[in-house]
């Protein structure tokens, strides 16, 4: 039976990867491949990367095994018909690279290739970010006068376009951080296809500013649930971000709440529904207070209305229950701004103190659920509400650091009074 393995000969970096494939004592074919890997990101014993953690691992990984099923295929076809030696396997690699000449390498013409390959494959909410990322890149091309292609992504290319984002469109480091994010993304798909890319990509690096969290507290979420409202279209508004508060539920998957999706354990409802961002099944108890808004439906849940509404009317909800306190947070607004030799509106995020009902955004009734149920009951299980896979991903979504995990321990051994009680035990 044939087998394929990957090896890297050079100890210096980016190092071209080999494929070496043996049948018995009759095949022995080695060739080089197009790939290439930074040397210490491979490993010599498992001939593959040692970790997938980035997405440029993930990608390579993915391409070894697609090119892994290709050879193997074949083989299967012609081992009985051609001569199998490395002649044979390089022509079969050459003829691949052949068959993908025509992927554009042009940086906007292979966003349009990536949005016709991955529609259906990634997220609805992902796949909406394809055409604002472009349009900021043909701005740029147009502001540089240079049409970049895949491989020009590199360092010189992150400065330069995250200094012509924030300086000249106004837009925010984290929307910058994101658009390079994204980029580097539609790269390694590229690369994937046999598309050239710079040697930098992968030391491109993005970090956002820490920005604290915002959340409605258990008290303002009650506010919430009894304020007189004067409009049927703000109740309507409010049932749903209570709901989004107690399911930790994404607006995505709130909207397309159905009783029929609600069965009953021993009395107790759960609600069972397909997280449309991650495909994963989530099986969650409801709240009585869940309970309560589908019986003041009239045994249904609130009926769905558009993102731009639901945030628009949940700010207005939030003002009128007094959810006032004076916050750090960034919020959007219309500016004018020069493009070329015109003035247009655009729409940035402002840094700053604000009332917190102004920062109240369709997302805050999930992130409410996850930072008012920490430390209260075991992280796995808000965690298993949630959606998140890992715990270092939950804690940064609640905007909980290391230090207040140390705290929290303190607190555990010492009953909160750990000056107090410090000081007892080592006088003692």
């Known amino acids: ?89 390089r022509d079969f690699i050459s003829h691949e690279v052949e068959v993908k000449q025509n992927i554009p390498t042009s940086l906007t013409e292979y966003f349009d290739l990536y949005a016709q390959q991955q529609k259906g494959v990634i997220s609805d909410e992902l796949y909406e970010k394809i055409a604002p990322n472009k349009a900021r890149i043909e701005r740029f091309e147009k502001h540089t006068g240079k049409r970049y292609q895949v491989k020009d992504v590199d360092l010189a290319f992150h400065n330069d376009l995250h200094r012509y984002l924030i300086h000249n469109e106004k837009y925010s480091l984290g929307t910058v951080n994101r658009c390079m994010k994204f980029i580097k993304t539609v790269c390694y798909h590229a690369q994937q296809n046999g598309v050239e890319v710079s040697y930098q990509l992968k030391a491109i690096r993005v970090k956002n500013k820490e920005v604290q969290p915002i959340y409605l507290t258990e008290e303002e979420i009650k506010l919430i649930e009894q304020v007189e409202l004067p409009f049927d279209y703000l109740r309507n508004a409010r049932n749903s971000l209570v709901i989004s508060c107690y399911t930790a539920q994404r607006v995505s998957d709130f909207k397309r709440n159905t009783v029929k999706n609600i069965r009953y354990v021993k009395g107790v409802p759960y609600l069972d529904f397909i997280q449309k961002k991650t495909g994963a099944p989530v099986s969650l108890p409801l709240h009585p207070s869940v309970m309560k808004v589908i019986k003041e439906c009239g045994g249904e849940f609130p009926r769905p209305i558009s993102n731009d509404k639901y945030n628009d009317y949940i700010k207005k909800v939030c003002k009128l229950a007094g959810v006032e306190d004076e916050v750090q947070g960034t919020k959007a607004e219309v500016i004018k701004m020069r493009r070329g030799d015109r003035m247009v509106s655009a729409t940035r995020k402002k840094h700053g103190r604000f009332a917190k009902w102004e920062l109240v955004s369709s997302h805050i009734g999930r992130r409410s659920f996850a930072t008012n149920h920490f430390g209260k009951i075991p992280t796995p299980i808000i965690m298993a509400a949630t959606g998140h896979k890992s715990e270092s991903s939950f804690l940064k979504y609640i905007g909980k650091g290391r230090a207040e995990m140390v705290s929290m321990l303190a607190d555990y051994w010492y009953g909160g009074d750990v000056e107090h009680k410090s000081k007892q035990t080592y006088t003692a």
Do not use: C, F
């Open 1 to 89: 039976m044939a087998s394929i393995h990957y090896y890297i000969q050079s100890d210096l970096s980016p190092a071209i990867i080999y494929v070496r494939m043996r049948d018995g004592r009759t095949v022995d074919a080695k060739a080089k491949t197009k790939l290439v890997v930074d040397v210490e990101d491979w490993s010599h014993s498992k001939g593959a990367p040692k970790h997938t953690r980035n997405e440029h691992m993930r990608q390579l990984s993915k391409s070894l095994a697609d090119l892994r099923s290709s050879i193997l295929g074949h083989y299967n076809d012609e081992a009985a018909t051609q001569k199998i030696n490395s002649v044979w396997l």
